[in-house]
């Protein structure tokens, strides 16, 4: 199944020069990049994109981490593009993750992991949004 999925590279990826590392590790996974930007989210952004934390004691610590530097934000599209995606990225916690894994190779703790990806169809799409338009994210043509 076709599926789109958004990674952020966090500030801490930015900071070390690792944006290149993390997009290229995705796209030899198979994904391509259907849409790429760098920013540096505020803080109404961040909110909206940390919503379903809103409850959650960490809530402020991310919106404050997350708007305190430039970020690369990109959509990525294949097969089972979610999955595929969250298992090159590893477990939260660096700790926690395999060798060979995004956070697992650069990741420094559990707040610094580099790398942020959606967790089902339904929030990508609702990532995907919250930073591109759709004249923003370019289809490729099928490959014969």
Not at 62 to 67: A, E, H, P, S
Not at 78 to 83: D, L, V
């Amino acid at each position: 199944m076709i599926q789109r999925t958004l990674i952020l590279c966090k500030p801490d990826a930015m900071k070390r020069r690792l944006g290149g590392e993390v997009i290229s590790r995705l796209e030899k996974c198979g994904l391509k990049v259907i849409a790429m930007r760098m920013l540096w989210m505020n803080e109404a952004l961040a909110k909206r994109h940390y919503d379903i934390h809103t409850d959650k004691p960490f809530f402020s610590d991310l919106v404050k981490y997350i708007t305190s530097g430039p970020i690369i934000a990109a959509a990525f599209e294949g097969e089972n593009a979610i999955a595929v995606a969250r298992d090159a990225m590893g477990a939260t916690d660096p700790a926690k993750a395999a060798t060979g894994t995004i956070r697992g190779d650069l990741g420094e703790n559990i707040e610094r992991n580099v790398v942020h990806g959606s967790d089902s169809e339904e929030n990508a799409a609702i990532e995907i949004a919250n930073f591109f338009k759709t004249e923003e994210i370019f289809d490729y043509p099928t490959e014969s």
